[in-house]
C-alpha cells in the first residue's frame, strides 16, 4: 500500500493563496484515481477535487475556478493550489490515492480569517 504525507496547510487572509501537497512513498504513475476532500467541524464532508481513473479532472462547485489538481509523478507528489481562499474554504483537507486498497493522508488544516 501506498503511504501519504500531507503538507502546506496553515493561515492565510482571505483572497490569498495555499498550495497543498501529498506526498507518497512510492510511485504513483501508475496510480489514476486520486485527490482531495475537506471537512469542516460540525459539516459533511466534501469531495473538492479530483483525478478519475479516466485521467480527467473533477472539482466541487464551490471550488471550481479558484482551486487546481495537479501531479508531479517524477516526484510522487500530487498537489492542490487554493486561490483566492474564502472563509468558507477553512476546513481539514485530506488527500486519497485509490490503488488495490484506499489510501488516506493524515489531513493538513487549512483556516482563512477574513
Not at 44 to 61: I, K, P
Request: net charge positive; charged share 15%.
Amino acid at each position: 500500500q501506498v503511504q501519504l504525507v500531507e503538507s502546506g496547510g496553515g493561515l492565510v487572509q482571505a483572497g490569498g493563496s495555499l498550495r497543498l501537497s501529498c506526498a507518497a512513498s512510492g510511485s504513483i504513475g501508475s496510480i489514476n484515481a486520486m485527490g482531495w476532500y475537506r471537512q469542516a467541524p460540525g459539516a459533511q464532508r466534501e469531495l473538492v477535487a479530483r483525478f478519475t481513473s479516466g485521467g480527467s479532472t473533477n472539482y466541487a462547485d464551490s471550488v471550481k475556478g479558484r482551486f487546481t489538481i495537479s501531479r508531479d509523478n517524477a516526484k510522487n507528489t500530487m498537489y492542490l493550489q487554493m486561490n483566492r481562499l474564502k472563509s468558507e474554504d477553512t476546513a481539514a483537507y485530506y488527500c486519497y490515492m485509490l490503488a488495490l486498497h484506499m489510501n488516506w493522508g493524515q489531513g493538513t488544516q487549512v483556516t482563512v480569517s477574513s
